[in-house]
């Protein structure tokens, strides 16, 4: 494998073909994706290693004091052997990076599990390496809705994030960031977060300004006059209530400036490398306290917790390095209502063949922030958070529509209308007076009754399907081949034939055309789902959905209930929770088991589905025609760790045993607004789909094996 190595003799840097590393016990082995370059920690590393050996000892005394301290024990010739064996010696570089999980080792099964996304840090653990292996406590699983490329900055966000604890500040409190360059931004964000207000103390202008874009309040040029008249002036006197020297400089500057625009008895907390000579005096009189930060948080530098997998207990350490990595992969989210969003620190990317070009750049004085390495199969980007600035407003989502149904009348055509970028060019039904009312009604440019006018049409790059079942796989086949973004309503086929045709069209088109695939499935996007969904990642161990679905009764002559047209409810609208509970676990449903109610109605409406998951968590699933609808229609009760959770009708969502969530409540809501945002913004931006894609079709699968359990009496395993 590929990995980056630095002299410690001279500081050269190469990109070395290596043995790759093999998993070992309490470790994962893990296939890089991303890594960053953290500009002021690893030049730093790579400056001391370009240092004469007299250089060295200049910048290093207490290194030299152990070299004297050897020779004394062992002898000079000794000694100087070990020196010069250890200035040979290769230093890997890297110490924040993402991957997928290849292997698990012992001891850590049901932990983590292959095919996993997970972040890394260490140095000299998470390397800028193809692969690595790396210990439990050095390790986060990456949020669903999280980019690779996003979680490579966890460690260097989890070393802000920890700096922002030790400031023990929170909502109102003014804070002063000495420093903003990358992990001052980081620090900037976290703090507006928790409800600081920040000012941003540098001599660039450019980072001053993004400072303001991450919600400093203020942002004062360190070169210019009047910072201390304007940081009381902005506290009404008092002055800061914490500084944060995040900057990297031999002067002790910043320490001066900290006295200076610190209230009485204020923190000072030093996470950046600087001149350490500070004014007694006004220190002295202000009663300052001065916090070194410990890098990533508790459990840095201890042996036992880092590689040996140690467990502190939780009443005395609540935040540790690895819990301060997992919560900055969290508010990464972009579901989150206050976003981490490190898509604007990211100012290069280099493939990691031209690794060297990028240590040149970080070597240099131009200017960068976050630097990153990608590696071979890494094809995500960042993702952009809900609501975003669209990434290209010249293109636009042009929508040729198939079916022109109650559902797509009522709910789909309206919301579409209603959002920017979106152009409703063309509408087809079967009847073409339907079409053209819905022309006329909606907006449409053109109205037709042939798909074949959608399929041909060059301009239109989004198809909407809302047909009837039994023509949902077939036009999404063709839209697909046709190299358009696809939205249909569930169920995506009636059949496994249906279902590999799907999935045929999709795999025969390159990932970059901005064709993919997205059923219909809102639930997902509802607040309440992802409430739920970052209260259960916040669980270890496996978790127990149970679903009601009181969904009213049908007639039987209804179409849905149609073998050909329909397939029955149970394939038309159960899928919508069988991908609620794989949304809310996260893990691939493994097995599958059904039972149905004695029909006496003429339509196969009720049943109990259970669903087994790979991480061992179960949902239930029960879906009935049967009770009177003024009862409410969905209740999704979830129980994890001791917690137990509801969520009913998409209007409340409360919690029992877990005070990290509040209760919310709202009018009900669905998530049908946010899962066509999010489908026209993959549109614009050419993809990727919101649902990953695999997962449709896991879904898909799964519902279908629902009726094959229903038809043979066993338990469906899926591959």
């Known amino acids: 494998m590929k990995q980056v190595i630095q002299s410690r003799k001279n500081g050269k ?84 990076a993402s991957g997928i999980v290849t292997s698990v080792g012992a001891g850590l099964e049901g932990d983590f599990f292959v095919g996993e996304r997970v972040a890394m840090a260490g140095a000299g653990i998470a390397n800028h390496a193809e692969q690595n292996v790396v210990p439990r406590n050095l390790v986060a699983r990456i949020p669903e809705d999280v980019s690779s490329e996003a979680a490579s900055f966890g460690t260097v966000a989890a070393i802000a994030l920890h700096a922002v604890r030790n400031a023990r500040v929170g909502i109102g409190e003014v804070v002063a960031v000495l420093g903003c360059g990358l ?87 030093m996470v950046g490398m600087t001149g350490t000579e500070f004014p007694y005096g006004e220190f002295m009189k202000k009663e300052l306290n001065i916090v070194i930060s410990r890098s990533y948080g508790p459990g840095r530098y201890d042996d036992e917790y880092e590689t040996h997998g140690l467990k502190y207990p939780v009443g005395w350490v609540r935040w540790t390095e690895c819990d301060n990595l997992a919560e900055v992969l969290r508010l990464m989210q972009p579901a989150q209502e206050f976003v981490l969003n490190v898509s604007s620190l990211v100012t290069h990317r280099f493939a990691l063949e031209n690794v060297e070009e990028a240590y040149s750049l970080v070597t240099s004085d131009a200017e960068h922030l976050g630097v990153l390495l990608k590696y071979p199969g890494a094809k995500e980007t960042l993702s952009p958070p809900a609501f975003a600035p669209l990434a290209d407003q010249s293109r636009n989502c042009v929508i040729g529509a198939i079916g022109g149904g109650n559902y797509a009348k009522s709910t789909l055509f309206p919301k579409l ?138 007639e039987a002559s209804h179409w849905v209930h149609s073998k050909h047209q329909g397939g029955g409810r149970l394939l038309g609208e159960a899928c919508h929770f069988i991908d609620l509970a794989r949304a809310l676990l996260g893990f691939s449903i493994i097995r599958v088991d059904a039972k149905a109610a004695v029909n006496t109605d003429g339509a196969c409406d009720d ?74 913004r993959a549109v614009i931006n050419g993809g990727p789909a919101p649902i990953d894609e695999t997962e449709l079709i896991e879904t898909s699968s799964a519902t279908l094996a629902v009726m094959e359990s229903l038809r043979t009496g066993q338990a469906v395993e899926l591959n």
């Open 607 to 680: 049943a109990a589905i259970s669903l087994s998951f790979a991480d061992g968590s179960l949902a239930s699933i029960l879906y009935t025609a049967r009770g009177d609808i003024s009862s409410g229609k969905e209740r999704i009760e979830a129980y994890a760790g001791g917690a137990s959770y509801l969520i009913d009708d998409f209007r409340i969502l409360t919690a029992s045993g877990d005070s990290t969530l509040s209760r919310w409540t709202g009018n009900q809501d669905k998530g049908f607004d946010v899962a066509l945002q999010a489908f026209v």
């Open 13 to 96: 840097m190469a990109l070395k073909e290596v043995p790759a590393p093999v998993v070992k016990a309490g470790h994962l082995l893990v296939e890089t994706r991303f890594s960053l370059i953290s500009a002021g920690t690893e030049r730093m590393v790579i400056d001391f290693a370009k240092q004469s050996l007299v250089g060295k000892a200049r910048a290093r005394p207490d290194l030299v004091k152990q070299v004297f301290e050897k020779a004394k024990r062992d002898g000079f010739k000794t000694t100087f052997e070990t020196v010069m064996a250890r200035l040979y010696e290769p230093l890997p570089l890297g110490y924040s």
């Open 183 to 269: 992990i001052g931004q980081l620090i900037i964000r976290l703090l507006v977060l928790s409800g600081c207000r920040v000012i941003a103390l540098d001599y660039n202008r450019n980072r001053l300004e993004l400072a303001q874009t991450f919600g400093a309040e203020s942002s004062l040029d360190l070169s210019g006059d009047c910072i201390e008249e304007t940081v009381r002036e902005m506290t009404t006197g008092r002055g800061a209530d914490a500084i944060i020297i995040a900057a990297a400089t031999k002067s002790s500057e910043p320490f001066q400036r900290a006295a200076s625009v610190a209230r009485d008895r204020a923190r000072v907390i």
């Open 417 to 554: 209308k209603r959002l920017s970028g979106v152009s409703l060019r063309t509408l087809v039904t079967e009847r073409g007076f339907t079409a053209e009312f819905g022309q006329e009604q909606f907006g449409f440019l053109e109205s037709a009754s042939d798909p074949a006018v959608i399929m041909e049409n060059n301009a239109i790059n989004a198809v909407i399907i809302s047909t009837r079942h039994d023509s949902h796989a077939k036009l999404a086949s063709e839209a697909l081949k046709a190299k358009k973004a696809v939205w249909v309503e569930k169920p995506l086929a009636l059949n496994f034939q249906e279902l590999n045709s799907v999935i045929e069209a999709r795999n025969a088109i390159s990932g970059d055309c901005g064709a993919f695939l997205q059923i219909g499935f809102n639930r997902r996007f509802a607040p309440a789902t992802i409430g739920l969904k970052a209260a259960l990642s916040r669980q270890a161990g496996p978790k127990v959905l149970v679903i009601r679905v009181n969904a009213g009764a049908i």
